[in-house]
C-alpha cells in the first residue's frame, strides 16, 4: 500500500491491513507497559487502533536502525513522541494502520494520514474547506476523482501531524489552504503567523480503496 514514492528518501515505513469480525489485540498486547497504559481505560477498537499502529511505529524504526526498544509515548494533543533523532508519524483507520519515520537531521517533521477512498459524510466539506479550494475538487471530481474532498480533508490532516512538531499550536482547517495537483503532489499554504515554513509539501495517492497523504518539511 505505501512505498517510496510517497516520502523522502531517507524515510522508513511499515504498514498492514486489518479485518475480521472483532478488534485484534495482538499487537497491543505486546506493547511495552508504558504504551498500554496510554490506552488501558479505552474500548478494545481503541487499544486494537493503538496497539497496531505503534507495532507499525516500532517497524518502522527498526529500518531506519532507531528502534531501541523503548516506548513511544505521547505528547501534547497526542502526538507520539519519536526518539530524539528521529521524526515521524502515524494513522490508523478502518482496515488500515501505518506509520513513517525518518532522520530529523534530514526531515525535521512529517505527516501522514489515510482515510477511505470515499466521499466526505454531507455536510462536512463545508467545515474544512476554504472558498478557494472548491474549484480544485470540482474538476477533480469531473476527471473521474469520486473522493477529492475526502483528498483535501486527508491532506489537511497531514498537514497539521507535520507542523504541530514544529510549532507546539493548534492548526485549524481554514488555517492552510491547500493547492491538490493531478500529478499526486499538494502544496499546503499556511496561513498564520509567525509560521516556521511558509508551506508544506506532500504527495498523495489512491490505494487499495485508501485515501493516503504525506507531507514532509526538510
Known sequence: ????????SSARFASMRT?????????????HPLEKALVAHS?????SEFGDARWCAHQALKELGRDGGDPI?????????????VSGSLTHTDGFRAAVVAP??????MGLDAEP?????????GSIARVGELPQLKRMEESGLHCADRLLFCAKEATYKAWFPLTHRWLGFEQAEIDLRD??????YLLVRPTPVPFISGRWALRDGFVIAATSVT
Open 43 to 47: 474500548v478494545d477498537i481503541r487499544k
Open 117 to 125: 477512498a470515499e466521499p466526505l459524510p454531507e455536510g462536512v466539506l
Open 183 to 188: 500529478d499526486g503532489t499538494f502544496v499546503s
Open 19 to 31: 479485518g475480521g469480525a472483532g478488534p485484534d489485540l495482538e499487537h497491543f498486547n505486546h506493547l
Open 104 to 109: 530529523r537531521l534530514l526531515v525535521r517533521s
Open 1 to 8: 500500500m505505501l512505498d517510496e514514492s510517497l516520502f523522502p
Open 73 to 85: 509515548l505521547r505528547g501534547e494533543r497526542g502526538m507520539p513522541l519519536w526518539p530524539s533523532a
